[in-house]
């Protein structure tokens, strides 16, 4: 997989933005990128995912740059439920006749502590 | 739509002994993934099975095994169980679409080999 690299930790206050940044600078032309955050003691959960286009949904939003060698998780407003560890994967990812497969591979990811 | 299940949620098995592990994915996903998660390797990918077929290994033993019925349910299995292999395991679903390969996990199964 295509490496991506993370700042360990971020800290942030409930209600404030949050941007959690992620280098991808080995990005192919058809990779995905992909983020996951893992609540304690619980699995894995899977939050948004682009390809060249900001993307949004009721979660986050994803702004990928032009270059596609970065890209940037935003949280509009934290809450004390958004303190996980979050992962940004380039998919190891198989496309054939229409169906995918293929692997995830987690780095160790960004642990974002919100403070009340 | 109800989420991933998996089977049993807490386990203790022997060191020696096997253990067989259950996942039922989101009605309709015909992926079915298997991860195992550790305090030291963090998240690793273990296999992919899409329509009753393994379509994807990771860099585990052949200790470590799997299948998928065509109901899509998925089984993984380990035998002759090593300390080692005390982890919590993940199963996580996907429709498997060329454009849509999000994953969708379970709560895991937590496994202590003694």
């Known amino acids: 997989d295509a490496k991506t690299t993370q700042p360990n930790s971020m800290e942030s206050n409930e209600e404030e933005p949050v941007h959690l940044p992620c280098n991808h600078s080995t990005i192919s032309g058809t990779d995905y990128i992909h983020w996951y955050r893992q609540l304690p003691s619980q699995g894995p959960e899977y939050v948004i995912h682009g390809l060249t286009s900001n993307v949004n949904n009721r979660m986050a939003s994803l702004a990928i740059a032009e270059d596609r060698k970065s890209s940037t998780l935003i949280l509009h407003r934290a809450t004390l439920r958004d303190a996980a560890v979050y992962y940004c994967i380039l998919p190891y990812q198989f496309n054939a006749g229409g169906t995918s497969y293929g692997k995830l591979t987690f780095g160790q990811g960004t642990i974002l502590t919100v403070h009340p | 739509k109800a989420g991933v299940t998996q089977t049993p949620r807490y386990l203790i098995k022997t060191r020696g002994q096997q253990v067989t592990l259950s996942c039922s994915p989101i009605?309709?996903?015909?992926?079915v993934s298997w991860y195992q998660q550790t305090p030291g390797q963090g998240l690793q990918f273990l296999f992919e099975?899409?329509?009753?077929?393994?379509?994807n290994k990771g860099n585990f033993p052949g200790r470590f095994s799997g299948r998928q019925f065509s109901n899509s349910r998925s089984e993984m299995n380990v035998s002759t169980l090593e300390l080692g292999d005390s982890a919590l395991y993940l199963c996580?679903?996907?429709?498997?679409?060329?454009?849509?390969?999000?994953?969708?996990f379970g709560p895991g199964t937590r496994l202590t080999v003694t």
């Open positions: 099975y899409f329509s009753e077929t393994q379509r």
């Open positions: 009605s309709g996903h015909r992926s």
């Open positions: 996580a679903s996907s429709a498997g679409l060329a454009d849509s390969y999000e994953q969708y």
